[in-house]
C-alpha cells in the first residue's frame, strides 16, 4: 500500500514535469516531439512572423503539447475549437483533429494564427497576446483585460484559471498560466530542442 508520504512525493513529481494549461482533462507528462517535427513547426510558425518561443510557450500551457490533449470542446496541441476549425477550413468532426499526429496538426497552426490575426486586426507576437487571442478572440480585438466573467459557460469551463476567486478571468490569469508553464520539464526541453535546432540552421 503506498502511504501518504509517498503519494505526496508522487504529486509533487506531476507538478514538477507537467505544464499547468486550462483545459480540463490533463495532457500526457513527458510529451517529446522528433527534431523534425519541431523543425516544421518552427518553419510554419515563423514564416508568417510569430515567434516559436511564443507559440511553443502558449501551447505548452494549453496542452503540454499533447497532439492528444482535449479539455472536451477543444482539441490538439493548440487547443483548436469548432467554430475555428471551420473557420480555417476544417471539414471533419472537431474531435478527429485530436486524432492527428504532431506533424499533422502542426500545417494548421499557420492557418489558425492568420485566422486569429485576420479577427483582432493585427499579428500577435507575444505569448501574452498569443494566448489571449487563442483563449478569447473578443477581449483580445476590444483590448478587455476581463475575458470571462463568473455566470458564463467560458467562465465555468475554466474557472481553475480564477485562482484568487475574483469572479473574472483575466489577462493576469493566463501570465500566471504562461509563468507556471515557462517552469515546466516540458516546455524547458522544447525550448531547448527548438534553440539547438535554429542553432544548426545557421549559415
Request: net charge positive; glycine share 8%; proline share 5%.
Amino acid at each position: 500500500m503506498r502511504t501518504a508520504e509517498g503519494l505526496g512525493l508522487i504529486m509533487l513529481f506531476m507538478l514538477a514535469t507537467t505544464a499547468h494549461r486550462r483545459g480540463t482533462s490533463p495532457a500526457r507528462a513527458g510529451v517529446r516531439w522528433t527534431d523534425r517535427e519541431m523543425r516544421l513547426f518552427a518553419d510554419e510558425v515563423a514564416s508568417i512572423g510569430v515567434p516559436p518561443e511564443a507559440a511553443l510557450l502558449v501551447y505548452t500551457s494549453e496542452s503540454g503539447l499533447d497532439p492528444t490533449a482535449s479539455s472536451g470542446p477543444a482539441f490538439g496541441i493548440p487547443q483548436l475549437t469548432a467554430g475555428t476549425a471551420k473557420a480555417i477550413g476544417w471539414q471533419s468532426r472537431i474531435a478527429d483533429f485530436g486524432k492527428l499526429s504532431v506533424a499533422d496538426q502542426i500545417p494548421w497552426i499557420p492557418r489558425l494564427l492568420t485566422y486569429q490575426a485576420r479577427t483582432i486586426g493585427s499579428l500577435p507576437t507575444t505569448a501574452s497576446d498569443l494566448y489571449v487571442v487563442n483563449f478569447c478572440p473578443r477581449a483580445a480585438r476590444e483590448g478587455d483585460d476581463v475575458l470571462y466573467r463568473r455566470g458564463s459557460i467560458a467562465y465555468a469551463k475554466n474557472a481553475q484559471l480564477d485562482r484568487t476567486g475574483k469572479g473574472y478571468i483575466s489577462r493576469g490569469d493566463l501570465d500566471e498560466s504562461l509563468r507556471r508553464a515557462e517552469q515546466s520539464t516540458t516546455y524547458r526541453a522544447a525550448l531547448a530542442q527548438l534553440r539547438r535546432i535554429k542553432e544548426t540552421v545557421k549559415p
